[in-house]
């Protein structure tokens, strides 16, 4: 109950295309939803985060759409950049406890 | 800009020895957490802290690993023995606890052990 399921394992995109990422959650208690990016080398950093009263928060090229019901929520990069390619990891928590992380998307965006 | 700080960045020890890893929260945040990375089990939980006090250490193995708080600016985690299947990379992360705030990672400790 406690795990956070992520698909795909690696995605390929072309400069200018949509990444596309997909967790799933069981834990209905869970109430925070954060995706971090990571670059060789260093400690993941939050990009985006939302909770779940909302179904949807963009910044910048970057949105999160949330589905309470399915308990499933996604990371969209819109015009996708080489500057983009990174690991990329989703977690779920409740408030500020704990973090469960999802096993992570290597992105690569080709020019 | 404020940072989460851990020391050593590498360390290649041989088996057997013991090995201490450092981090310095920013400052005001009294939650710490410690995670292991490794490429077959992704980023696990070790163990975390709140106002220096142990509040869940359930993904640490307990017979080789302990990690403590002995101030408020410093998180240590040990290794003793070691062993080679404890190489990986170790993060820890800080956050001002029970606010709307992110949890903010170090760089991280690459461990390899020989």
């Known amino acids: 109950q406690q795990q956070v399921k992520q698909s795909p394992q690696s995605l390929i995109v072309q400069k200018g295309g949509i990444s596309i990422i997909n967790c799933a959650y069981e834990n209905t208690a869970f109430d925070y939803f954060p995706w971090y990016q990571q670059f060789p080398g260093k400690g993941p950093a939050l990009l985006i985060a939302?909770?779940?009263?909302?179904s949807e928060k963009k910044e910048g090229r970057f949105t999160i759409s949330f589905n309470k019901s399915a308990k499933q929520f996604s990371l969209h990069i819109m015009d996708s950049q080489p500057g983009d390619s990174a690991t990329y990891f989703c977690a779920a928590s409740i408030i500020t406890d704990k973090l469960i992380f999802g096993t992570g998307t290597r992105l690569q965006v080709f020019p | 800009d404020a940072r989460v700080t851990q020391t050593p960045r590498h360390k290649v020890t041989e088996m057997g020895q013991e090995v201490t890893m450092r981090c310095q929260p920013i400052l005001g945040h009294n939650t710490v957490f410690w995670y292991r990375q490794t490429m077959m089990q992704g980023l696990e939980l070790l163990a975390y802290f709140r106002n220096r006090a142990p509040l869940d250490d359930s993904g640490m193995p307990k017979d080789r690993f302990s990690a403590e708080m002995p101030d408020a600016t410093l998180a240590t985690l040990k290794i003793q023995p070691s062993e080679p299947r404890d190489s990986a990379v170790y993060f820890c992360a800080s956050v001002r606890g029970h606010s709307n705030q992110p949890q903010h990672f170090g760089d991280g400790t690459r461990l390899s052990i020989l």
């Open positions: 939302i909770r779940p009263d909302v």
